[in-house]
Nanobody, 115 residues
Framework: QVQLVESGGGLVQPGGSLRLSCATS????????IDWYRQGPGMQRLLVAS???????YYADSVKGRFTISVDRDKTAVYLQIDSLQSEDTAVYYC?????????WGQGTRVTVSS
């Protein structure tokens, strides 16, 4: 069993920033991957960023330069720093991992970008 709990979403004006958190029930080993997905209104759920316990990262082209994914020093949480928010970033953001060939998802945290 793996538990993921997201937090940090909210209503932000364009150009603002948010820091999303994903608390995990297990230690994030160097080989262990945590992902952030988002699902906008009427859109497919898509991968936006990933990080391994060793610190290696991946970003979707749409968020490069604005989003930063990181693990905390205790390696029990993953963060997503979002800067220069755009209306197109409006979505529910989900934390995800695959463990022993089983997908685990958090409950999601909603980000709304509006003026």
């Amino acid at each position: 069993q793996v538990q993921l709990v997201e937090s940090g979403g909210g209503l932000v004006q364009p150009g603002g920033s948010l820091r999303l958190s994903c608390a995990t029930s297990h230690y994030i080993f160097d080989w262990y991957t945590i992902d952030w997905y988002r699902q906008g209104p009427g859109m497919q759920r898509l991968l936006v960023a990933s990080i391994k316990g060793d610190g290696s990262t991946y970003y979707a082209d749409s968020v490069k330069g604005r989003f930063t994914i990181s693990v905390d020093r205790d390696k029990t949480a993953v963060y997503l720093q979002i800067d220069s928010l755009q209306s197109e970033d409006t979505a529910v953001y989900y934390c995800h991992t695959n463990y022993n060939h089983y997908d685990y998802w958090g409950q999601g945290t909603r980000v709304t970008v509006s003026s």
